[in-house]
């Protein structure tokens, strides 16, 4: 049997880069499709968590409003761009949540920090970490009831100088061989409750319905004689 013999264009550089580029290009478009189609969904989800976050730290008998729906962004303690969830019955908001952020043993560890119009402690939940399992996680109320001691304090009781762990003069305990993270996350309420008494009036400031009265452009009557 005669072999075929391979084209000869086939071994040409430009014919191989230009497969290469085509193969390259079609894998790029199938990405794209897929992050096309499962965005959607995705954020979907994250909307889903936040939800059930955001209910953990502020109770659903407070307030009447989708907590998503309308919220607040303010300047952070850090400069950059602070999203505000405020709870409302009616016009009148009720409570407040948004995410604060110390420094732990093994990273950043993001909270969600609920409170309500008088600045007063409602929840906070423990959003992401890197803590060692099994010591430093024990901030997740899945695994104890440590966080849960913050509900009902507020910036004056204890006062800020005492948002602390004991270790360091304060009025809270830390964990069990593990002070840094308990640290980190007293650092982070304490910022979190700060940033309300800087802007509490914008953040429990009332709503205000725009309403279209058809007198209000209508001008007034003219006086005989005027």
Known sequence: MTAVAEPSYRKRIGYQAGLLGGFTLIAAALL???????????????????????????????HDNDLLADPLTLEGPDGSPLTVYRARQGLQVTGVAYRVSGVGYAGTIELLLGLDAAGTVLGTRVLSHAETPGLGDKMEVTKGDWILGFNGLSLGNPPAERWAVKKDGGDFDQFTGATITPRGILAALRGGLEFFATHRDALTASAVLQVDSPDAARPAPTQPGS
Do not use: F
């Open 32 to 62: 794209v499709m897929g992050d096309i189609a499962t965005r959607d969904t995705i954020a979907l989800r994250k909307a889903e968590d936040l939800k059930a976050s955001l209910a953990e730290v502020i109770p659903p008998a407070i």
